[in-house]
């Protein structure tokens, strides 16, 4: 059985990883569709830029209190970073670290990867 401090880390790290994903969120107010910016990890806030409210309308960045979100749909999943992972460490075998609280792989301590691209220099980076 999980201990209380597991299961609340697993929680932190999947609200961690809609960081930067489109999500759509149902709240008291509307329901809004946008990238996710930033979130406060206490009450889980979030600001979304990109916003495009069920209305029609739309906002360059909005704030939503936590406390009014009743669900949080992700609409943008990306590549499954811990697939790749696997992947890369039959290439590089102990040379893959995977950070997951920030979604980046390094390889050869040399080289970046995250959704955004790949970050670095050499053969490994080509």
């Not at 990238?35 to 990109?50: C, G, I």
């Amino acid at each position: 059985m999980l201990s209380s401090a597991i299961a609340s880390k697993r929680f932190s790290d999947e609200f961690a990883s809609i960081m930067e994903r489109v999500v759509k969120v149902v709240a008291a107010s509307g329901v809004y569709t946008g990238r996710v910016l930033a979130y406060n990890p206490n009450d889980y806030s979030l600001w979304l830029a990109d916003v495009k409210e069920s209305s029609g309308a739309s906002y360059a960045k909005l704030f939503i209190a936590g406390h009014s979100i009743n669900r949080i749909e992700v609409l943008e999943t990306g590549p499954d970073m811990s697939a790749l992972v696997e992947r890369l460490n039959r290439l590089f075998p102990n040379l893959v670290v995977y950070h997951k609280e920030s979604d980046t792989i390094v390889v050869m301590d040399r080289v970046r990867v995250t959704r955004e691209g790949v970050f670095g220099e050499g053969p490994a980076a080509d």
